[in-house]
């Protein structure tokens, strides 16, 4: 596999598996399991979950981050209805329609904000003019949130409680896409349950793909009246495992003895590492606060010429003129990784 | 894991994964790899494929067997269309209405059969009568069969040749579940390619989840044309694997060596003789004739008191005044299970 | 319109509009209307309805049968549901897959029953064996009945309550296809309360067109909680009116002066008498009784050959062997008219 | 009916039928006439658009805007699709989520444009940075325009002629959304032909409510083989109407001795007569150039609360602090009702 002699900043989808979640499906590969979680591993990953949010929940896996944002977008988006989010959400650039086909033709309703953000004011504008209750109009449904964002920067427990009060008193669902959570969890100074429940979430998806699993994710529910028709929509999804042991097999190693802060918070200062080394190029700028695993560089011309030419494994962002590009650390970034990139980079 | 304690014939989606398969995940775990299928395992999986069945060909892997039938469907499925299948196939039974949802509201048109198979004449007689053409009826669009049957016998390639001719004569296309397509290709004596494409299959469910991976399942398209939009269809489904390789490794390891025939050909074997063995039990009779690893049986009612209380994992079949069951043999079943199953079933 | 010149017995669809609804078009066309339903008819139709049906509920227009039929069904069905229906009702017959279609891939489930009946125990023992509950199946939603049927037959109120109490033990919505509703009421020696809310109907397709309007139908909600979303899935159909007050208009015409069941009452003579004629030719059966406005009949094939070559339009029902048509009365249906088809026929 | 003694300046589908075409009504209600379009004036209705637009084409009657413009968009976006269309655009602002559901979950992809129109270049860039072919993003699939637009002006051929070139060049359709047609064909000096085929157009949306119809539009194929799944699209979005005849009346009068032209002229000039009156109130301006039958002005405050208070049906115009108003001229708008609405404005 030629690709693995290159240095991946490109995406932490591109990583390979942490050794601990490879042995435990070795581990769960004994005798045989009820299918599509009728195992005892599904109810683990279930606990495990209670216990990091210190609440009573239900969780779903599944195996792909689009899956598990639509799935759960769909309990709270009726298709007449539209979901509120950042015109750079993942669900509105990176899911080729998803959240409208699984919701049956609902609305995304884009807004503008720094770094990846939405703001609660300029939520709050669109809200009053959104035509509530107006026949003729997409019914406000929910907002999402993706944490840490798609330009790696976070939110505060008290921007997400902003949000959330606007949401309760619009009557939408909140909804957190947490493809990066552990890389926001392990940057911010606050509990998982302080990030989530106890700022307003109603449904998180909460990855594991990009920090070290194979292909697992679960939706998690912290109001559970939502989760009433989750299976039956999950099913008709095609995303109801038959050997659901494996994908639970997966989160359970994930979640145990605090692996998935410990991947995390490597991939955060890899990336905070190579930010600062980023920063002292002449000519470069990064474009926005390094705050998890994510770096976007603006570099001059010359040197992306370089990085093209060079063993590096990365994506530009945006139209070629604004010279921007997208580096992502991984679980397995080394500083040797690193040393490498600034290499060419300099 | 008690359940690892009990014998399985619930479902060949309750045994495990083949140490093969196991070790081919650990293998593909090395380094980075471009995501969403841009490894070279994937192209591996294509190129076997099209070795095995002896001809140019389109595959895309998938995790779930519901998925890769709504998928290749949807393709054939315009919103306003129908496919005819027979009244228990798995696509009608047991998908949650999920080829409705991924084709945007298409129907299923049940027809009955013996054995669980469609006939020629059936098909013919229903087409004559649909109103092609005719605005007010869903419009005739695709047939689909499932090979092994959900009654675990098979179509010949002379009976899948016949309705292919049907499906031709009525500008049809031709789908096949093929969950446990190894099974059929084990048991029938002719080659993969006189059961599909040579007979007139244009997209085929190519299943290996039941037949000793952990999730795999691609979807083959010997109508390459029809593959256009399969992509796009699969990502807005939620089912593009960031990591596919480790998808395609199970695939890979899959089609190596035979095993995927090896493992189908022992799970069909045990089988057969366990139909042998409930043939000689008194006042048992065997539903369906035992041509793949499916043994549907009806027994005595103190029988099936004896079998409810043992440690036999097994499903009933149909209504309980029926008195049937079904058995699933599994590639890792042992003469030792059917032993078993059997000294609570004598 | 040479067609004027032709008997028509193949559809009361075929029929004109009544004097007094063409009348009650030029009446609304006074002066300027706010649209989508802020005008003065549309609240009147609801009144009418309410005083007709001695009860609370909420009525809207709309333009087609299939609409009413599948806006009404859109509200009980969600996208992983079934709703249970004769195997010869328009929904499943001649709506082109619009219930699959607004309930976003919901499924319809196909009974068998005489005479175009759901029987109470074909309905219970499907529903006994439908999974409900377990999330492989499509979940049993609602049923639905069609007053008066496709076979020309009707539901007594004790009929439908009976259906009823199935669909409350199961927690299903009951929604009645009511294209012929007024056919039914004429017929029956019973009040609308009692042919439908009283016997449990949750949501009535109020039908007019067929009835001499040009084109008006009410969806009833008695179960007025369903109503809630309604306006926005008929605004996202298409099929809110900004000239709402024409639709109004027919209806409120209609439901004047016991008009509806005046036009209703004829048709349904005209048919009794036709099949009283036709009872008396030999060789000729009548197929199902006929309660309505509808007559089914067996032919002798010489009979069938002259009735081609005549004046007369109408439809053959199935397949050509069976050697059976639908003859269909309307409100202008005219003794001679039928005097000039017996003239064929006899 | 107290609304007729009001002055609509609300919107042109708040006006009355024209008498020609209610008579036309009359006209059509002689005898019985086969349903769902095999009638003679269905038929008349598009030789008549053939005559009209100088080329062969096909066309389907509906009854409402929505209905026209979902199901002629239908056709050209697949579910993963997205349309192109100004951010003001109706189906984007006023068909609640309608394109969406028709398309089974396709996107609108939201573009600014100056006067509610949109421009060539601002195209061309979003359509370069669209990710055509990239399995993660909706495909760009169409693009559509209104004319004339939401703000009352108008695209010149040459405009539309430059917008189709960047259709062809990323192999899109181009659907006119013409619910005010007539308006732009009245106004601008060019043919029918002009303003749709020979600019590139492929469907429109060929509107009549809005000037002077009951409820009728017609969906304009010039690339007839898009028209080929039309029907069964009408059909099962409930849009086929069983009693044609009386929506094809209503086209052919429409279409009849330019009538079409004339009520849209009439409805221009008493736009551009208000227009004149209110450029000359102090502190009053026009948002958008007057081109058709909308006027949006910005008054002072003292001037809304008089207004507010008057006898004058009228809409708001975005949020109240622009202190915007539209103001819409019918058909039937009369040099007295100018005078009364000036006389509160001045």
Redesign the interface.
């Known amino acids: 596999?030629?690709?693995?002699?290159?240095i991946?900043f490109?995406?932490d989808?591109?990583?390979?598996?942490t050794p601990e979640i490879?042995a435990a499906?070795?581990d769960a590969?004994?005798?045989?399991?009820?299918?599509?979680g009728n195992?005892?591993?599904t109810g683990e990953v279930e606990e495990k979950l209670k216990s990091i949010f210190e609440c009573d929940l239900m969780a779903f896996p599944?195996?792909?981050?689009?899956?598990a944002n639509?799935?759960g977008l769909s309990i709270m988006l009726?298709?007449?209805?539209?979901v509120y989010c950042h015109q750079l959400a993942h669900i509105e650039?990176?899911?080729?329609?998803?959240p409208?086909?699984?919701?049956?033709?609902?609305?995304?309703a884009?807004l503008a904000g720094d770094e990846g953000k939405l703001s609660a004011d300029t939520l709050s504008r669109a809200l009053s003019?959104a035509g509530a209750g107006v026949?003729?109009?997409?019914?406000p449904s929910a907002i999402s949130v993706t944490q840490a964002t798609e330009c790696g920067t976070l939110y505060s427990p008290g921007e997400i409680g902003a949000i959330s009060e606007i949401a309760k008193r619009h009557g939408l669902g909140l909804h957190m896409d947490g493809a990066r959570f552990a890389n926001a969890a392990a940057a911010l100074d606050c509990t998982p349950a302080d990030m989530t429940w106890r700022a307003g979430v109603d449904v998180l998806s909460f990855g594991a793909?990009?920090n070290g699993a194979?292909?697992a994710e679960a939706v998690v529910f912290f109001d559970m009246e939502k989760a009433r028709?989750f299976?039956?929509?999950?099913?008709?999804?095609?995303?109801?495992?038959?050997?659901m042991r494996?994908?639970s097999a997966q989160l359970n190693a994930y979640l145990t003895n605090d692996r998935w802060l410990k991947t995390a918070t490597h991939a955060n200062e890899m990336a905070s590492g190579l930010a600062g080394e980023i920063f002292n190029i002449a000519d470069a700028e990064l474009v926005y606060p390094v705050e998890a695993n994510i770096v976007f560089a603006r570099l001059p011309a010359h040197v992306l010429v370089r990085l093209a030419a060079s063993d590096v494994?990365y994506y530009p962002s945006?139209?070629a003129e604004n010279r921007e590009i997208r580096l992502v650390a991984?679980w397995?970034t080394t500083a040797d990784d690193i040393e490498k990139l600034m290499a060419v980079l300099r």
């Open positions: 596999m030629t690709q693995a002699t290159k991946n490109a995406s989808n591109a990583a390979p598996v490879l499906l070795g590969n004994m005798g045989s399991a009820l299918g599509y195992d005892p591993l599944v195996a792909t981050g689009t899956a639509v799935l009726p298709p007449y209805g539209a650039q990176d899911e080729c329609g998803a409208e086909f699984y919701s049956g033709g609902g609305k995304l884009l003019q026949v003729h109009h997409a019914q793909t990009k194979m292909a028709e299976e039956f929509r999950r099913k008709r999804g095609g995303h109801l495992f038959s050997k494996y994908l494994l945006g139209p991984s397995n």
